[in-house]
């Protein structure tokens, strides 16, 4: 199949689970591991990782390594891994980002081959969990943004007449939020055996110290800010 046609096939399967997560608000979804290890669902997440770029991770291994090799044979080796539950990530390299205050911010970078195994199980598992999302919510969502978060909040002060704009942030939200109740919330949806084992893999913090970031420059994630009108406590509750 070519690269569009496997995107298509991809985007069938995400509307397909969103489509019974909504209309099934307590169903639990059983048999879903064989759908990470699809070609399609892999090609796709490779893609998606391709456009983010990044630096390589603990292993040394570029995309541009990668595509010299053939793109192909590497994802069939990464899917024969997940098929047969043989699939072990990589540490993640540990660098250190300065920030604004002079202090430094850790940042562990993932290999690309744990990079795209992360990103097929967010293709597969990312339309069921995205039915249970308020719509107020615009960061790190497919079809929302930051810019588009702003034009909401136009919209409201240009057409509603609201004045009141929260901006809030988290300080040190990941690590202080509960991990391991962050970690069993998949759980609920998502019943299988198999992918319980496979999320504990997927999951695991491991890190290799890495070189400076003067001579590596990793490309930080990218961070979405999200900006909300909130006409009323309804809707604060709904940010909590």
């Known amino acids: 199949m070519s690269l569009p046609t496997l995107r298509n096939s991809v985007q069938t399967l995400q509307k397909a689970l969103q ?12 048999s879903l591991w064989d759908k990470v290890y699809r070609r399609d669902v892999l090609w796709e997440a490779y893609r998606h990782c391709r456009a983010n770029d990044g630096a390589p991770g603990v292993d040394g291994i570029t995309f541009e390594k990668i595509e ?18 043989s699939y072990v990530s990589l540490p ?41 999302l308020c719509r ?3 960061g790190f969502r497919p079809g929302k943004s930051a810019k588009k978060a702003i034009q909401k909040a136009y919209y409201h ?43 504990a893999e997927l999951l695991r ?18 961070h979405v800010s999200t900006l909300h009108v909130v006409p009323s406590l309804r809707q604060v509750c709904k940010l909590l």
Do not use: C
């Open 68 to 85: 010299a090799q053939g793109v192909g044979p590497w994802l069939a080796k990464l899917q024969e891994e997940l098929r047969n539950k």
């Open 157 to 199: 002060i240009t057409e509603r007449g609201l004045s009141e704009v929260i901006d809030a942030d988290l300080s040190d939200y990941f690590n202080t939020i509960p991990h391991g109740a962050l970690k069993r919330q998949p759980s609920t949806l998502l019943r299988s055996g198999t992918w319980k084992r496979s999320r």
């Open 136 to 138: 107020e919510q615009y």
């Open 19 to 30: 489509a019974k997560a909504k209309a099934e608000p307590g169903y639990r979804f059983y």
């Open 92 to 132: 993640l390299l540990r660098v250190w980002i300065p920030k604004d205050n002079g202090g430094q911010r850790p940042l562990g970078i993932p290999a690309i081959r744990d990079r795209v195994a992360q990103m097929a199980v967010l293709l597969v598992i990312g339309p069921i969990f995205e039915a249970d």
């Open 205 to 222: 913090h491991r890190h290799t110290k890495g070189p400076a970031t003067d001579r590596l420059k990793p490309k930080p994630p990218r």
